[in-house]
């Protein structure tokens, strides 16, 4: 499966078209977070029309909690909160992220986060048709791809799933745009969509191994 991986628009569309364009043929996109910059909720339609292939999309902090019922009027999957199989791959979603210092709208406590993951990634593991899981979080966990220069920011809730799952796409710390393997888990933050940023993701759904392959692009 060749995933589209996208972060952090908020709001501003202008480079989609052209990271479409360098995607290719892709079989699907996610959009982890910050869809819009604060509001308003409608944006949300522009950009998931903007795609003709499924996407599954989650929250950002910056987004308003009222965005959650725009995602499910839209032709996109709303995954906050949710999983959804593909094939071998399972997609676990949560939006938000962890709390910051700056009070905005969609923030939620680490013992909600992790409490909300636990569950899902439990199934998952105990799912004997489940090859791969990938997580898709807008905060990155905890000391991956989260630092910036006064230290490292992400989720400690999301951080208690690394190795656990196989891969996961975050946001959110437009400074930590890259990849890193952290046990058998590969972290990608795409950095920013409005900045023309994304990754490319590939997943062979192999039986002896879960090969997962990222390209960071700019355009």
Do not use: W
Not at 198 to 217: F, M, R
């Amino acid at each position: 499966m060749k995933i589209l991986a996208i972060s952090d628009p908020h709001g501003d569309y202008s480079k989609i078209k052209k990271i479409m364009e360098r995607a290719g043929d892709f079989d699907l996109a996610v959009v982890v977070g910050d869809l819009t910059h604060f509001g308003p909720d409608e944006k949300v339609e522009e950009l998931m029309e903007m795609f003709d292939k499924p996407v599954l999309a989650i929250p950002g902090n910056c987004d308003q909690k009222s965005i959650l019922k725009a995602l499910d009027a839209s032709k996109a999957t709303n995954l906050h909160g949710k999983a959804e199989q593909i094939g071998k791959i399972r997609f676990i979603g949560l939006g938000g992220s962890n709390p910051t210092p700056f009070n905005t709208p969609f923030e939620i406590p680490e013992e909600e986060i992790e409490g909300a993951l636990e569950g899902m990634v439990c199934s998952a593991e105990n799912e004997g048709e489940c090859g791969t899981i990938v997580l898709l979080t807008h905060a990155p966990p905890h000391g991956a791809r989260d630092e910036l220069p006064f230290g490292h920011v992400g989720s400690t809730a999301i951080q208690k799933f690394l190795d656990r799952v196989d891969l996961i796409v975050c946001g959110h710390i437009h400074e930590a745009r890259g990849m890193e393997k952290v046990g058998k888990t590969t972290v990608v933050n795409p950095g920013e969509a409005c900045k023309g940023s994304c990754a490319l993701i590939t997943i062979e759904e192999s039986e002896d191994g879960k090969p997962i392959e990222v390209e960071l692009v700019e355009v």
